[in-house]
């Protein structure tokens, strides 16, 4: 079974007939949501979802993620900040996604806080992290909304990228294994 996991509701809208998480939006609330569902639904695989800010990259666009870096932790060198997701679901969702680029995606608690990554969201290694303690494998695949430099968010162009989401959601779904 797939679990597809997004911090809201909206971004989970194509994921239709497959369990789904609105983990919350951050880093520890991810986290510590979808470790609860993990032990709860006990899926064999975990697909993250969601939208991003780049930089560098056009808007909308999709992203899978080739690495989670905790980038709110990177600094202080104590724990172990990079996660790998799952390569057989990286390269499955390069088949259903040939225009998604595949690049690091950096988590931060903050808006601009993931400055060592062309691609930044919130939830990313708090959820593949729970993955990994739980076993299933995971990949991250994000519709980049914004520049990160951005700070009006009213050119954020969500509707753009929720729409490019829903419309990748069902190809994945169609080619990761369940």
């Not at 931060?108 to 691609?119: D, E, I, Y």
């Amino acid at each position: 079974m797939i679990l597809v996991v997004a911090a809201t509701e909206r971004e989970l809208a194509g994921a239709s007939g497959v369990p789904t998480l609105a983990c919350g939006i951050g880093p520890v609330e991810a986290a510590a949501t979808t470790a609860r569902a993990l032990a709860r639904e006990q899926p064999s695989v975990v697909l993250l979802v969601g939208l991003a800010g780049a930089r560098g990259l056009r808007i909308p666009q999709l992203v899978i993620g080739s690495e989670a870096i905790y980038e709110d932790a990177a600094a202080d060198g104590l724990v172990s900040t990079h996660l790998r997701p799952d390569p057989r679901l990286v390269a499955e969702a390069r088949r259903a996604l040939p225009e998604a680029v595949v690049l690091p995606i950096g988590t931060s608690a903050r808006v601009g806080g993931a400055s060592g990554c062309p691609v930044e969201a919130m939830e990313g290694f708090g959820v593949l992290r729970a993955a990994q303690l739980a076993n299933v494998p995971a990949v991250e695949v994000r519709a980049v909304s914004n520049d990160v430099d951005e700070a009006d968010r009213g050119r954020w162009r969500f509707d753009e990228a929720l729409a490019l989401l829903r419309s990748g959601l069902p190809l994945l779904l169609a080619e990761l294994p369940r």
